[in-house]
């Protein structure tokens, strides 16, 4: 059964860069049809994404954070991790790691099969705070 | 950017009976959509992709609906352990990126 577990700072300076890393178990992060991601929410907020990444390396990343994202692989490791750059109090949340295979299902609009590569095995989050 | 709007963001609903959360995408997503719940201090479950497909294990009564902009998630007999707050999230196709809405608390009573 595939786990994943963040782990990193809990605190984070102003201005610094939030460091965590997710570590799977339970199966190989080596899975072409696998997606590794991030997804945050702030304190009684709502779910924000952040960005996917395949073993391969192939990356995407929501818009608004694009420019101060990063998300990289480890295959000796099994883990992936992101990188968030000058964080300001905005920044804190509950970061999580998820994973998602590709799911087939029957668009009925296209009438054709599509794939979702959703998020179907999350870890249990860990909450980042950002003060000096 | 796609924006996703679900209404209402509480509803009030007594065990036993029917739920019907709406959410509306402000440019067509296709089928593209999903929802997820989540618990108090648990991380989000994925009910529901494609608009309509439940995911593994996912019990019957949480069914959806929808395309274009506007979806909907029934839970119909509500369980005790139904309530919570769900969110929509629209995807692309490739390469694959989300956009989740506000959320609506589900809450009984």
């Known amino acids: 059964q595939l786990q994943l577990q963040e782990s990193g700072p809990g605190l984070v300076k102003p201005s610094e860069t939030l460091s965590l890393t997710c570590t799977v178990s339970?199966?190989?992060?080596?899975?072409?049809?696998?997606?590794w991601g991030w997804i945050r929410q702030p304190p009684g907020k709502g779910l924000e994404w952040i960005g996917n990444?395949?073993?391969?390396?192939?990356?995407s990343y929501n818009p608004s954070l694009k420019s101060r994202v990063t998300i990289s692989v480890d295959t000796s490791k099994n883990q992936f991790s992101l990188k968030l750059s000058s964080v300001t109090a905005a920044d804190a949340a509950v970061y999580y790691c998820?994973?998602?295979?590709?799911?087939?299902?029957?668009?009925?609009?296209?009438?054709?099969?599509?794939?979702?590569?959703?998020?179907?095995?999350w870890g249990q989050g860990t909450t980042v705070t950002v003060s000096s | 950017d796609i924006v996703m709007t679900q209404s209402p963001v509480t509803l009030s609903v007594s065990p036993g009976d029917r739920a019907t959360l709406s959410c509306r995408a402000s440019q067509s997503v296709i089928s593209n959509l999903a929802w997820y719940q989540q618990k108090p201090g648990q991380a989000p479950r994925l009910l529901i992709y494609?608009?309509?497909t439940r995911a593994t294990g996912i019990p019957a009564r949480f069914s959806g609906s929808g395309s274009g902009t506007e979806f909907t998630l029934t839970i119909s007999s509500l369980q005790s352990e139904d309530f919570a707050v769900y969110y929509c999230?629209?995807?692309?196709?490739?390469?694959?990126?989300?956009?989740f809405g506000q959320g609506t608390k589900l809450e009984i009573k």
């Open positions: 494609g608009a309509s």
């Open positions: 339970g199966g190989s992060i080596n899975s072409d049809s696998s997606y």
């Open positions: 990444i395949h073993y391969s390396g192939s990356t």
């Open positions: 999230q629209q995807y692309n196709d490739w390469p694959p990126m989300y956009t």
């Open positions: 998820a994973s998602g295979g590709k799911l087939r299902y029957f668009d009925t609009e296209r009438r054709d099969y599509y794939y979702y590569h959703g998020m179907d095995v």
